[in-house]
C-alpha cells in the first residue's frame, strides 16, 4: 500500500467520530513494531519521528525517516509519517523543505513554550510555508506536564484563547493541555473530559492528545468521544522495548548477536501498539487520499 497522508487519516477520524494513534519511532525496530501492530488491529496509524529522535540520530533527518516511509510504504495498514514536537526553527524550515521527497506529510511547530503573541507568530508563519509544501501542521497551545512545565489546571487550554489562536493562525489540528503528562510510565492521569467537550466546540480544527501513555484506556475512549482526534504515545512503547530487551538480556547474558533482544522488543512494541489500537480506534479507516 502507497503512503497515506496525515490530513486523510485525520479527516476520516473526524467523519467517524474516533482518533487515530500516533506513535513515536525512535529506531528501526520501533518503525517495524509500530506498522506490524497497526497491520494486526487493521487500523491507520501515524509514525511520528521527534526533534529530540532527530538529534539522537546526529541531527540528521533523512535516514530514520526515509526509513519510516518505506516500511508504511510496505505495510498492509495505512501509515503516515508525521514530525513531532519541532521546535527549532532551523531544522523546521529544512524539514518542510524536504518533506516532499522523505514522505512526511505533516509536521507540528512546537512554540507552546513561547509567550502567545510568539507562539501565534511562530505558528502563523510555519503554517504558511508547511501549507504551501502540502503540509497539514499542528500546534500546541497549553502546557502538556512532562516536558518542564507545570501539571496543574493552571497551564491547561484555554477554550476561548484556543478558538482565537486557531484562527490567527490557520493551524489544521491543535495540541491540548487537558491533563495529560508526557513520559508517564503508569496509567493513571485523569483527562479533563468536560474541557475536551468544550475546546472541541469552540475550535475547528481537531484536537490532539499529547502524553496518552500516561492515560488508561477507558480516559481515551471518553477523550475520543469529547472529542480528540489524534493521540499521540512515545513512552508506553518505550516502557515495552527496554523490557523486553532487559528480558531478552537477562535470559542470555551470554548472546552477542543482538538480534534475539531486538527482535523480542520489537513484537513487544507491536503487541503494545494492536492493544492500543483495539482499544481507541477499533474501526478500520476507510481508504482514499493515499499520496
Known amino acids: 500500500m502507497s503512503l497515506a497522508a496525515t490530513a486523510d487519516l485525520v479527516a476520516?477520524?473526524?467523519?467517524?467520530?474516533?482518533?487515530?494513534?500516533?506513535?513515536?519511532?525512535?529506531?528501526?525496530?520501533?518503525?517495524?513494531?509500530?506498522?506490524?501492530?497497526?497491520?494486526?488491529?487493521?487500523?491507520?496509524?501515524?509514525?511520528?519521528?521527534?526533534?529530540?529522535?532527530?538529534?539522537?540520530?546526529?541531527?540528521?533527518?533523512?535516514?530514520?525517516?526515509?526509513?519510516c516511509a518505506r516500511i508504511a510504504g510496505q505495510s498492509s495498514a495505512q501509515l503516515a509519517i508525521h514530525l513531532d514536537h519541532f521546535q527549532d526553527v532551523t531544522l523546521i524550515a529544512e524539514a518542510i523543505d524536504a518533506a516532499a521527497g522523505l514522505g512526511i506529510t505533516s509536521i507540528m511547530v512546537d512554540a507552546a513554550h513561547l509567550s502567545y503573541d510568539e507562539n501565534v507568530e511562530r505558528t502563523h508563519g510555519f503554517?504558511?510555508?508547511?501549507?504551501?509544501?502540502?503540509?497539514?501542521?499542528?500546534a500546541e497551545l497549553g502546557e502538556v506536564g512532562g516536558k518542564g512545565g507545570?501539571?496543574?489546571?493552571?497551564?491547561?487550554?484555554?477554550?476561548?484563547?484556543?478558538?482565537?489562536?486557531?484562527?490567527?493562525?490557520?493551524?489544521?489540528?491543535?495540541?491540548?493541555?487537558?491533563?495529560?503528562?508526557h513520559a508517564m510510565t503508569t496509567r493513571d492521569a485523569e483527562l479533563d473530559v468536560a474541557l475536551i467537550r468544550k475546546l472541541a466546540t469552540?475550535?475547528?480544527?481537531?484536537?490532539?492528545?499529547?502524553?496518552?501513555?500516561?492515560?488508561?484506556?477507558?480516559?481515551?475512549?471518553?477523550?475520543?468521544?469529547?472529542?480528540?482526534?489524534?493521540?499521540?504515545?512515545?513512552?508506553?512503547l518505550n516502557v515495552a522495548y527496554t523490557g523486553a530487551l532487559r528480558e531478552s538480556l537477562a535470559a542470555n547474558p551470554t548472546a552477542s548477536d543482538p538480534r534475539r533482544a531486538l527482535g523480542a522488543a520489537r513484537t513487544a512494541i507491536a503487541d503494545t501498539v494492536a492493544e492500543l489500537c483495539r482499544a481507541v480506534a477499533p474501526r478500520p479507516v476507510p481508504s482514499g487520499g493515499a499520496r
Not at 160 to 180: H, K
Not at 204 to 228: C, F, K, M, Y
Open 12 to 67: 476520516s477520524a473526524v467523519t467517524d467520530g474516533t482518533a487515530v494513534l500516533a506513535f513515536n519511532v525512535v529506531t528501526l525496530e520501533h518503525a517495524e513494531g509500530i506498522a506490524e501492530g497497526a497491520e494486526r488491529a487493521g487500523v491507520a496509524a501515524l509514525l511520528q519521528v521527534s526533534e529530540n529522535t532527530v538529534r539522537f540520530h546526529g541531527g540528521r533527518l533523512a535516514p530514520l525517516v526515509s526509513a
Open 150 to 181: 507545570a501539571h496543574d489546571f493552571g497551564v491547561r487550554t484555554d477554550p476561548a484563547e484556543a478558538a482565537s489562536f486557531a484562527a490567527a493562525t490557520g493551524v489544521d489540528g491543535l495540541a491540548v493541555a487537558v491533563g495529560s503528562s
Open 127 to 138: 503554517v504558511e510555508l508547511g501549507h504551501r509544501a502540502g503540509l497539514w501542521v499542528e
Open 202 to 236: 469552540a475550535v475547528p480544527a481537531p484536537l490532539v492528545l499529547h502524553g496518552s501513555s500516561g492515560v488508561s484506556d477507558d480516559q481515551l475512549r471518553l477523550a475520543t468521544e469529547a472529542g480528540i482526534r489524534k493521540v499521540n504515545v512515545g513512552t508506553a
